[in-house]
């Protein structure tokens, strides 16, 4: 549930830092937005902080990260001030996190189903029969034609566009409110990622949820999203509304426009992103 102004979601001056050797990476430098229950797109070239950015609101961060923040909340919650096993009672159950490669998030030795319903009795009381019914009823849900057979495959018995709809299924059985996909789709065919997208696109507006989604294609977020935060070494440099994206201002967010390959278009020499210092500071 949300509070009375909508807001989901609030992230007030976060920063991830990572001590190493050689000295401090500020990975995430300061990075406030709030969110309600809409589509928020976060794009920016790769090292710009997006993944550790989700991974903070998260609580998904590496072990050595040290992670600060003037305020992050969710439905006016402190995430920062929570004890580590109330955060981990949240993940899954209000918050999810799609990734890039479900290899990573799907157990290759547990079938499909048995994954799906277990993740959801670690938050609900629900029984064995209510769970396997859930489960096929979410697998129906990310378009799996055939739930009952898919069920009981194991990860590598199935193909790359269903194991990330299995993973989505997996990570939504339990009803979360807001749902984090860093690159969800980067690791498929163009039409599997467009359905995976319009899959995305119908749950959350079914379902009410709020969406961050983490993409280095801007052309695709502004398409996917109602609004776009651009990063750049570790700070927003531009937020913009996916209808303003051809207005982009900065020459940063222009220079990612221009790097997106256009199809149909061979274009000597290929266009370099353009860095300036300044941009960072
Ligand atoms: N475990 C780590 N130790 C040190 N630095 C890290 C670690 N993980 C990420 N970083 C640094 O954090 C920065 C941001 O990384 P990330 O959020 O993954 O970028 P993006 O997702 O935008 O590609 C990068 O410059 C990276 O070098
Ligand atoms: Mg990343």
Same mark, same amino acid.
């Given at each position: ?42 794009v ?5 902080g ?9 609580? *998904?961060?590496?072990?050595?990260? #040290? &992670? @600060?923040?003037?305020?992050?909340? +969710?439905?006016? =919650? ?62 129906e ?5 055939d ?26 059985i ?7 996909a ?8 163009v ?5 995976? *997208?319009?899959?995305?696109?119908? #749950? &959350? @507006?079914?379902?009410?949820?709020? +969406?961050?989604? =983490? ?21 927003v ?45």
């Open positions: 549930m949300s509070d009375a102004t909508g807001t989901l979601l609030e992230v007030d001056d976060l920063r991830v830092d990572f001590p190493t050797r050689t000295g401090l990476v500020q990975a995430v430098r300061g990075v406030s937005f709030s969110l309600g229950r809409e589509r928020l797109g976060i920016g070239e790769s090292g710009s997006k993944s550790q950015t989700g991974r903070a609101i998260m609580g *998904l961060t590496p072990p050595q990260a #040290l &992670v @600060s923040a003037k305020k992050l909340a +969710l439905d006016g =919650i402190d995430l920062l001030a929570m004890p580590a096993r109330q955060r981990r009672a949240l993940r899954g159950k209000r918050i999810a996190m799609i990734l890039q490669d479900p290899k990573y998030s799907l157990d290759p030795v547990m079938s499909i189903g048995r994954q799906i319903v277990e993740t959801l009795r670690t938050h609900e009381k629900v029984s064995k029969g209510e769970a396997r019914e859930r489960a096929l009823a979410m697998l849900a990310v378009q799996i034609r739930p009952a057979r898919v069920f009981d495959l194991h990860p590598h018995e199935v193909s790359g566009g269903m194991g990330q709809r299995a993973m989505i299924a997996m990570m939504l339990a009803g979360p409110e807001l749902m984090i860093d690159e969800p789709t980067s690791a498929l065919d039409t599997v990622q467009l359905d995976v *997208l319009g899959i995305l696109d119908r #749950l &959350v @507006s079914e379902r009410g949820m709020g +969406l961050i989604f =983490i993409s280095h294609d801007l052309r695709l977020v502004a398409s996917f999203c109602d609004r776009v935060i651009v990063m750049y070494a570790g700070k440099v531009e937020q913009l509304k996916a209808s303003e994206l051809r207005e982009a201002q900065h020459p940063y967010t222009r220079g990612l426009l221009n790097c997106m390959p256009k199809i149909g278009y061979e274009r000597h020499p290929l266009p370099v992103l353009d860095r300036k210092p300044e941009w960072a500071a």
